[in-house]
């Protein structure tokens, strides 16, 4: 009488695991999800950067070029002031007429939008030159995978 062996050897099994764990690391390696997260903030921070220059560019058309208080002239870009409750205080007068609430940066505040109520911190700058054109900028973009600081001039 034989006795029938049915199964994987202790061998084969660890060959296998070692084959998925190399495809595991391999699949891991081409996604590298740090910079799919990067770029993903990065975008987010690009159409913030957009909506808060043509909510400003909005306002000047109304109030026939005038831009809001709080925006410092000047064309050294350092001189660029944070939007928030301290600095360029801005929220107010664009939300909700030009834009419904001033977005956040996503390492701001978790990137959640403000409505003005209280203090605020965006993570964005705002400068305009002294030849009129208006800077809005991200100054924490994340650069590690190549991709420069966001910023936007009109």
């Given amino acids: 009488m034989s006795k029938k062996n049915s199964g994987f050897t202790l061998i084969e099994l660890l060959v ?13 390696i081409a996604i590298n999800p740090a910079k799919q997260f990067a770029a993903a903030n990065n975008t987010k921070r690009n159409s913030d950067v957009v909506a808060i220059l043509n909510s400003i560019h909005q306002y000047a058309v109304d109030k026939k070029g005038a831009l809001p208080g709080g925006i410092p002239v000047s064309d050294d870009p350092a001189d660029a002031k944070l939007i ?71």
Avoid: W
Wanted: charge should be negative; proline fraction near 6%; aromatic fraction near 4%.
């Fill in 16 to 28: 296998v695991i070692g084959i998925l764990g190399i495809l595991l690391a391999i699949v891991l």
């Fill in 84 to 154: 928030d409750s301290t600095g360029a205080d801005i929220c107010s007068v664009l939300s909700p007429t030009y834009i419904a609430l001033i977005p956040a940066d996503p390492g701001t505040n978790n990137g959640i939008a403000t409505d003005c109520t209280g203090a605020y911190v965006t993570g964005y700058k705002v400068r305009a030159d002294t030849k009129g054109r208006l800077t809005v900028s991200a100054p924490d973009t994340d650069t590690r995978y190549g991709s420069p600081v966001i910023s936007v001039t009109r």
